[in-house]
């Protein structure tokens, strides 16, 4: 498929006619093949120029938004860098955590009109940080504020572009905010965000993932057609006759910070403003290519974040998630269950009633649910599928694995909804539509799922930790390192053999009552594990063991789940799955042991611990049903 792309990119640069000549022929057999319109109307614009290709874009339009096939794809140019505009510094020395009177002075706001606004509950957050979400679509999400108001003259792009008009009733004193995309969920550690790298900033932005330039910018937005065909090709003729130069980079503006209280920033925010009102329904992105070209750059700083930290729409802080995919055609309860409590059904396999997986996924958290929700749900466990009928089932992945196909496909048929529990395990397109939504233990698994199956949405509901594991204060005499789980799954060199502990908590010697009562005995753990195909839905489960236990861990760098909830500066990670690089690892924290760095990794890790209380696992739980059966 590679070698193929390849060639078709070849031949798209060389002889753009002669296939332009053929998709016209093959339209005439297939008018309707979504992969051929856009591969014609982005050639027609190359060839013959914007408004030759405007009808094109249009039909596309009244088609289908937001979907873009995969060889539309191979003609769209590598991104590059943004010139002009310098890569954000990160601050060191900074403080660890958030300080309220700085938080009391930021907003972080979204705006989505039109559509039901999809938004992950918040817990753990930033204390004095506000969330709010203008729209005229009224919802309730914890740690959100709704404000349902009707769409503001230029509708999402004005809030998007204005946030210091925007907010004048809704936050009169914030100075700073921080305005995301609805398709853009907040996944990473704030408190390092704020603090490391916006502050010292007017302005942030991430450069765009897939455009190198104003050009560029106006083929993804017309392929993925999220914004007008007519004013996007207009701003691109716009950008041509202006003489705006190719290959000068381009911004990606799902996600701005913006000192919106500055005068200088307010001011040149009117002129993107008024810019963008010259072809209304356009693309922001756009708006601003052209502004920077007629101003020469920005009267203040403006700064990228860099790539190491990720893309623009997959990154350590934010995902990019379609609310699209999150717009469910739910099958409703009956009338009756509308006055009484919502029946809920957690099935489990027999074969597995003794496996972790059942104990954690099955036992604790349908007990968890019956606790925290006892005067909204009725719920049960059970491992007969049969039996069960007129109920929400949460099918954990032992029942999925030893149950038919066409069994789950009648179970969902009998039922009010069937979420699946498939945790980490790759998941087939058959089974997949055996089920109303799935349950996913991270974002990433939840992004990816909601990429491959848009028909079955998924939900990020946080892996709880074990009951048993009390929340207590780590010995402190001196570094005491332990590992958790199965010994194949991680890697320990030789030469911390004496220095690192190996608990494998599958021992059917050693029950998980008895590991979660050791975990406490360590102030390290050793959460290095070695990587498979599916590594990025793995949850972060031992590091939230670590935090409930107040310990420090140790984990590498490239494990995407950790770094989401620990920063980029968490000064204990590994570079590798090396023996010198885990050796080097353990021989730092040592090192630190009680000093500035150890205390920096504490202060992170009672972050964590907010973040994967109980209380935000019963948030997230709740907020995936309420969506379900919306």
Same mark, same amino acid.
């Given at each position: ?36 319109? %856009?591969? %014609? ?6 060839? $013959? ?59 972080? $706001? ?109 083929? $993804? ?46 001011? %040149? ?222 890697? +320990? ?23 979660? +009562? ?29 935090? +409930? ?7 590498? +760098? ?73």
């Amino acid at each position: 498929m590679h070698i193929m792309g390849e060639w078709f990119v070849r031949f798209a640069d060389r002889r753009p006619r002669a296939l332009l000549a053929t998709l016209v022929s093959l339209r005439i057999v297939a008018p309707r093949q979504l992969a051929l319109a %856009q591969m %014609q109307a982005v050639l027609t614009a190359r060839l $013959y120029g914007w408004k030759a290709a405007t009808p094109l874009f249009l039909r596309i339009e009244s088609w289908r938004r937001n979907e873009v096939t995969a060889l539309p794809q191979l003609l769209l140019a590598a991104a590059r860098p943004a010139k002009g505009l310098g890569v954000c510094v990160p601050q060191d020395d900074r403080p660890l955590d958030l300080p309220a009177e700085l938080a009391s002075k930021i907003v972080v $706001y979204t705006a989505c009109f039109g559509r039901r606004p999809y938004l992950l509950p918040l817990a753990g957050q930033p204390k004095g940080l506000r969330f709010l979400c203008f729209t005229d679509t009224p919802v309730s999400v914890p740690g959100w504020e709704v404000i349902v108001t009707p769409p503001p003259s230029g509708g999402e792009a004005f809030a998007k572009i204005c946030p210091h008009r925007l907010l004048t009733e809704a936050a009169p004193d914030a100075e700073w905010s921080l305005f995301l995309d609805p398709c853009r969920i907040p996944a990473g550690n704030l408190h390092t965000l704020v603090t490391r790298w916006l502050t010292h900033y007017d302005m942030v932005v991430w450069r765009h993932s897939r455009a190198g330039d104003w050009h560029d910018l106006a083929e $993804y937005a017309l392929l993925r057609a999220t914004h007008s065909a007519a004013a996007v090709t207009a701003q691109a003729e716009a950008c041509r006759t202006a003489s705006i130069p190719r290959h000068q980079g381009a911004i990606d503006t799902g996600m701005i910070w913006r000192r919106h209280g500055d005068p200088a920033v307010q001011a %040149q925010m009117e002129a993107w403003w008024e810019s963008h009102e010259k072809e209304p329904g356009g693309d922001p992105a756009l708006s601003w290519c052209r502004l920077t070209h007629e101003l020469g750059g920005m009267a203040f700083r403006v700064a990228l974040m860099p790539s190491v930290l990720g893309s623009a729409e997959k990154n350590i802080f934010f995902a990019r998630n379609d609310p699209q995919l999150c717009a469910l055609k739910p099958r409703l309860p009956a009338p009756a269950l509308l006055t009484r409590k919502l029946p809920i059904t957690f099935l489990f396999a027999e074969e597995r009633s003794q496996s972790g997986i059942t104990l954690m996924r099955a036992r604790q958290l349908s007990q968890m649910v019956a606790e925290a929700y006892p005067d909204r749900y009725d719920v049960t466990l059970r491992s007969d599928i049969q039996g069960v009928r007129d109920q929400v089932v949460i099918v954990n992945r032992g029942a999925i694995e030893f149950n038919k196909r066409a069994h789950l496909h009648e179970l969902r048929d009998r039922n009010i909804a069937s979420i699946s529990d498939f945790l980490d395990v790759p998941i087939k397109a058959k089974t997949a539509a055996a089920f109303d939504a799935h349950m996913t233990l991270c974002l990433p698994q939840a992004v990816e799922l909601n990429r491959l199956y848009p028909s079955t949405p998924s939900f990020h509901v946080t892996h709880h930790v074990n009951p048993d594991v009390p929340e207590c204060v780590p010995p402190s005499d001196r570094l005491r390192t332990g590992y958790f789980g199965r010994l194949g799954n991680t890697s +320990r060199p030789e030469t911390l053999e004496e220095m690192i502990e190996l608990v494998n908590v599958v021992d059917s010697s050693f029950t998980a009552e008895n590991w979660a +009562r050791q975990a406490p005995l360590y102030n390290c753990h050793w959460i290095v594990r070695q990587k498979d195909d599916l590594q990025d839905w793995k949850p972060f489960l031992k590091g939230f063991v670590a935090a +409930r236990c107040g310990a420090v861990v140790i984990v590498t +760098r490239d494990d995407m789940n950790a770094i989401h909830y620990l920063g980029d500066d968490y000064p204990f990670y590994a570079d590798s799955l090396a023996p010198e690089d885990l050796e080097w690892a353990w021989a730092r924290v040592a090192s630190q042991f009680g000093g500035k760095e150890w205390r920096k990794a504490q202060a992170i890790m009672r972050q964590v611990q907010a973040r994967s209380s109980r209380g935000q696992v019963m948030l997230e739980f709740k907020a995936m049903l309420d969506e379900v059966l919306s």
